[in-house]
């Protein structure tokens, strides 16, 4: 089963056990995250798209660590005035470990 969340405004394709990067989440390190905006859901047999969300299912998940992104340099160069000026970038990101996909109903039992 696997499924296709929407958070910060990009869509990831998750499933049970897998590891994601999304943008900086409020949360500490242990803390439980519910993703509610699920875009598609896939159960092995049938799928199940959302038009432009499913409200009854939910994807639980557990952030783990915050996380640093790849360095992005980047220069300025500004020609007949000797200018160049040499800068860089990393974004932060939240690793959230994916525990379970399932229904609301199934959530409620629990």
Known sequence: MYAIIKSGGKQ???KKG?????????????????FAEILFVY??????????HLSDYVVLGELVDCV?????KSMKYKRSHNVRKRFGH???YSRVEIKDVQTRETKKRH
Do not use: C, M, T
């Open 18 to 34: 897998a590891f994601i990067d999304v943008e900086l989440l409020d949360g500490e390190p242990g803390s439980q995250i519910e």
């Open 68 to 72: 640093s992104g790849p360095k992005i």
């Open 90 to 92: 990393r974004q932060h």
């Open 43 to 52: 159960d092995g047999s049938n799928s199940i798209i959302g038009a432009p």
């Open 12 to 14: 990831y394709r998750v």
